[in-house]
């Protein structure tokens, strides 16, 4: 791993802790189990209020809401079961561009997406790629801090929509 990978993966780990220290214990995302490079939180609201939540959230903060997919009503217009799956799309240009100016493929992973899912047991959750993940990826070492600050916002939009 060359020197500008570690400097990233060490900013990375840093905020992460940073979050994790001043989040309370649920609130912590984790490692979706079936999914590599996959965080997840637990919803303590409802699948709708999740989703509300969520939008209100990237809303509040100024960033741009792009669209929002019920891919479970998707799957009914298809005859398919599905449980409750709706993909909220959201970015902010000046940040992510950035990425695509580094390597233009990361566009495959831009705007960001989270995913708010409900199981069988009525637990909702919300799911989101690991910006750390993204950066090695597409081999993104010259932006560091966006990644950091990506990371920082995606969880903070992730627990808003959670407690």
Known sequence: MNRTKRIASALAAA???SIVSSAQAEDVPVRAATATDVLTLSSANGFD???AKLTADVADKGIRHFATI?????????DLPLRRSTLVIFGNPPLGVQFLQSN?????????????????????????????????????TDRAAQFAMASEVAASIATAATR
């Open 49 to 51: 209020d999740t989703v």
């Open 104 to 140: 233009p493929l990361s566009g495959l992973d831009w705007p960001v997406r989270m995913l708010v899912t409900e199981d069988a047991a009525g637990n909702v959750k919300v799911a989101w790629t690991d910006f750390g993940a993204i950066a090695r990826r597409y081999d993104i």
């Open 15 to 17: 905020l992460v802790l």
């Open 70 to 78: 019920d891919q479970a009503a998707l799957a009914r217009g298809a």
